[in-house]
């Protein structure tokens, strides 16, 4: 095949534009990854926080926080910029006649941190400045302590009460603190575990006060000075010291090696036979910009959480957000969202994966955690769709049949399949719809979703009738029949639940009530896995219901501010005020479905302007709620009562709208790969290059 002439996207193609913010404002600070952890900027020109390498962490510690001459950047009011890269973050603020920049990057292959921090005097005459940048600890190894949202650390922790049980024994102490007398260092160690973190800057402090390292400089008219700030993490502090001895002869090259290193990343991506992923992704060839941008941050979102730590359980994964919550945690559902992005990227890594929950009791959990191994979490009642769905992607596309066969746990894999599938049946009720259980196992931050629910009544129908597709093309036709006789069954128990007139549909409770509840998880099944079999004036209605409650210029919420229930919370993930990323890309492909494709055009250029922050978040705001940052919806904060971190990989439903929808890709149980695009109002000329199918590779693009 002939090497596509479209060229390898370069760092600058995901860059954020320049973002703005003080302390307190609603705004989630970036982040950064180099696969054995990531951290966040803390509200400062030059501090981080959230700094972890799972079995690894900091916590919520903030490291390297700047105050000159007696103003701490934090603390100030003044307002910094921000603007993040995969492999690098750089920030800047005026502090008086001094202007402050800092380039922040993490160590390739290293648990290390490194900070640029550039002054620069304005004035036309010497100034005096006294430097101080604050260090941290908190640092500690653990095993078990990544079942909560929070990263452990040890120290005392705010969210201990003592109504909460007893405190756990890493709160109630705190790291020790020692000098390096001989590099001038500050090493914090764990009491109870262990694990140290090396600070340290490039220049010698003029002294060290407690957590502080001081620096006393005088800069003429126009002179500019370079400091660096150095965090190592690890579990022996004479390792910690090589490193930090080895930075030190010059620190400048932690930022280019950043730089080559996630260059490389990028290429890896979209070369087949590459040596960082079992497989690729296609290539996209389009003049249309907008259509551009959002492939390409869909892509980063998912690949900034790939975690490959030596001391995994389980080895190379995928995490479900960062930097600040569930860091180690690897969720089914989030998953099952970018299933068909993985099964292209890292099949080998899904396959594993999938094998791994298989032999869990998914009925008992959310997922796993990658440094104890263990499953986290209460059941998510969509577990059963999102694990066929996980299966049938990674079949669709490699063409691994066998694996159907393959014994995992004291099943097969496809026995499996079949169980789950049929799982719905337990849990059926008198009236005719599976009770997928309490808000808990569903959408959490909206109170009056729950029981039998049509999001996950249609994902029924669609996994059973995937399973008869599959059965079909193994020849068990009797099993093939059975499945789809119960998909059907189950449609009109379904339309039950919908409100006429209305667009949208109610949940139905243990006691017959059926209660209105105005979501988008509703519409957004509905009409991508029931479309066919509902009348075309009802999807009218459900559509001009999403135009008009739903749908914003930028985004979209995920409840209708008309509901009930908005009083719930603020939770933007699931509530009014935003929406979690993964129903914006389902709302793109149900409209892509349902013949819509002028709302979408429409729409298109709203969503490529929510793209330049970084990755998608794990919610975004409407812009009623908050101002836009360049158009396009500003990314929550992890802070209460929005609780939404600033990384998500649910967003492989983007990937799928263009690839899928788009494009028009097949994948067959078996045979070539098959495309029919509808690519006339995006970019007729349009092409993707190296599509993975089946073992080999096509290209996608007008014919001549």
């Given at each position: ?70 103003v ?9 910029t ?11 603020v ?16 290293s ?134 001895e ?53 892509i980063?979102s ?17 995490a ?83 694996w ?8 097969s ?41 049509a ?11 995937e ?46 009530e ?7 998880w ?48 603020r ?64 990314k ?33 149980w ?34 001549p």
């Open positions: 095949m002939a090497k596509p002439k479209v060229r390898i996207p370069k760092l600058r193609d995901f860059q954020s534009v320049e973002m703005v913010a003080v302390t307190g404002d609603k705004f989630n600070h970036p982040g950064l990854t180099n696969f054995l952890g990531s951290l966040q900027c803390a509200s400062c020109v030059m501090g981080i926080q959230h700094l972890t390498f799972p079995p690894f962490s900091q916590g919520d510690i903030e490291l390297g926080m700047l105050t000159i001459n007696d701490c950047i934090m603390t100030s009011g003044l307002p910094v921000y603007r993040w890269r995969p492999d690098r973050i750089d920030r800047t005026r502090v008086g006649d001094i202007d402050v920049s800092t380039t922040t990057v993490m160590g390739v292959g648990q290390t941190a490194t900070i640029r921090l550039k002054l620069a005097n304005r004035r036309k005459k010497r100034q005096h400045l006294e430097i101080r940048v604050r260090t941290g600890g908190g640092v500690i190894q653990s095993r078990d302590g990544w079942k909560t949202p929070y990263s452990p650390k040890e120290g005392p922790a705010i969210s201990v009460t003592p109504w909460e049980g007893a405190p756990p024994p890493e709160s109630l102490v705190t790291n020790t603190r020692h000098v390096n007398e001989t590099q001038k260092t500050l090493v914090y160690g764990s009491r109870t575990s262990d694990a140290y973190s090396l600070q340290g800057m490039s220049v010698i402090p003029d002294s060290i006060d407690r957590s502080w390292f001081d620096h006393a400089l005088d800069l003429g008219p126009k002179e500019e000075a370079t400091l660096y700030y150095f965090v190592a993490v690890g579990s022996d502090p004479v390792v910690l010291e090589d490193q930090f080895s930075w030190q002869a010059d620190p400048s090259l932690s930022i280019a090696a950043s730089r080559k290193d996630w260059e490389k990343e990028i290429e890896a991506v979209f070369t087949p036979g590459n040596d960082r992923y079992s497989g690729h992704l296609p290539l996209l060839d389009t003049s249309n910009k907008n259509l551009r941008r959002l492939y390409l941050n869909t980063i998912v690949i900034y959480l790939k975690r490959d730590h030596p001391l995994s359980a389980y080895g190379k994964t995928y479900t957000i960062m930097p600040r919550y569930w860091v180690a945690s690897c969720f089914i559902n989030d998953w099952s969202m970018s299933a068909y992005l993985l099964a292209m990227l890292d099949p080998e890594v899904l396959r594993t994966t999938i094998e791994l929950w298989l032999t869990r009791d998914i009925y008992s959990h959310f997922g796993t955690d990658y440094v104890s191994g263990t499953n986290s979490g209460n059941w998510y009642s969509c577990n059963d769709y999102a694990m066929i769905r996980l299966i049938s992607a990674y079949v669709r596309v490699t063409g691994d049949q066998a159907l066969d393959t014994q995992v746990g004291s099943r894999v496809l026995q499996h399949v079949r169980t789950m599938a049929e799982h719905h049946v337990e849990l059926t009720t008198e009236h005719g719809l599976p009770d997928f259980g309490d808000r808990n196992s569903l959408l959490e931050a909206v109170g009056a979703y729950t029981h039998e629910v999001s996950l009544s249609a994902a029924t129908v669609w996994q059973l009738r399973v008869a597709d599959l059965l079909e093309y193994r020849g068990e036709l009797s099993e093939t029949s059975r499945y789809r006789t119960m998909a059907a069954d189950l449609v009109p128990e379904i339309q039950k639940l919908y409100i006429q007139g209305g667009g949208y549909w109610a949940c139905r409770q243990p006691d017959g059926l209660v209105p509840v105005r979501h988008a509703d519409f957004v099944h509905t009409l991508n896995f029931i479309h066919d079999d509902l009348p075309g004036n009802q999807k009218e209605e459900m559509i001009q219901f999403f135009e008009q409650e739903l749908m914003s210029p930028s985004w979209m919420s995920a409840l209708s501010p008309l509901d009930e229930d908005v009083g719930f919370s939770r933007l993930d699931h509530e009014w005020n935003g929406s979690w990323p993964g129903w914006v890309a389902l709302a793109t492909s149900a409209l892509m479905k349902n013949d819509r494709i002028d709302l979408l055009v429409r729409w298109l250029p709203g969503l490529t302007r929510s793209t330049k922050q970084g990755p998608f978040a794990q919610a975004q705001f409407i812009e009623k709620y908050a101002d836009p940052i360049a158009g396009g919806a500003r929550g904060p992890t802070e209460w009562p929005y609780i939404n971190d600033w990384a998500a990989m649910c967003v492989g439903g983007f990937f799928e709208t263009i690839v899928y929808e788009m494009f028009g890709v097949e994948h067959p078996s045979g070539d790969l098959m495309a029919y695009p509808h690519l006339r109002h995006f970019d007729q000329e349009a092409s993707l290059f190296n599509v993975p199918h089946h073992g080999d590779l096509y290209d996608i693009h007008p014919k």
